[in-house]
């Protein structure tokens, strides 16, 4: 339960800071509140503002455009960053962009809306 609550309070954070997702934070709470708390569970998986998404994502595997957008060019920020600020040697570059790129493609190759 503790693992929950901490999980929804970064996510709520990430309501309003803009490199803190939000999503991913709250799918972690709600699997930990499944696990731990069924009045959790059902009060954030219906919440006004966040249970929309994870309904989505639950029922559907939808992951939103804007979502997307925004995970893709974290990535591509975070790469940069690595290779032309922190100047990480090259394996741990290859390594890290192989993971993103993993990620990216999973990302991308999620539904973005309802089926019709």
């Known amino acids: 339960m503790a693992l ?9 954070l990430g309501a309003f800071l803009p490199l803190l997702p939000t999503t991913p934070f709250m799918l972690v709470a709600l699997w930990a509140f499944s696990r731990s708390s069924r009045r959790f569970h059902h009060w954030l998986y219906t ?16 992951v939103p455009v804007k979502v ?18 922190m100047r990480v040697k090259w394996h741990v570059l290859a390594m890290s962009g192989s993971v993103m790129l993993i990620g990216a493609v999973y990302v991308l190759s999620r539904p973005s809306r309802l089926p019709k």
Not at 68 to 83: D, E, H, I, P, R
Request: charged share 10%; aromatic share 14%.
């Open 4 to 12: 929950g609550f901490i999980c929804v309070g970064l996510g709520m």
């Open 68 to 85: 997307k957008l925004t995970s893709l060019s974290a990535m591509t920020a975070s790469f940069l960053f690595m290779a032309f600020v």
């Open 47 to 62: 919440h006004p503002r966040f249970g929309p998404r994870l309904q989505e994502w639950h029922q559907h595997g939808i």
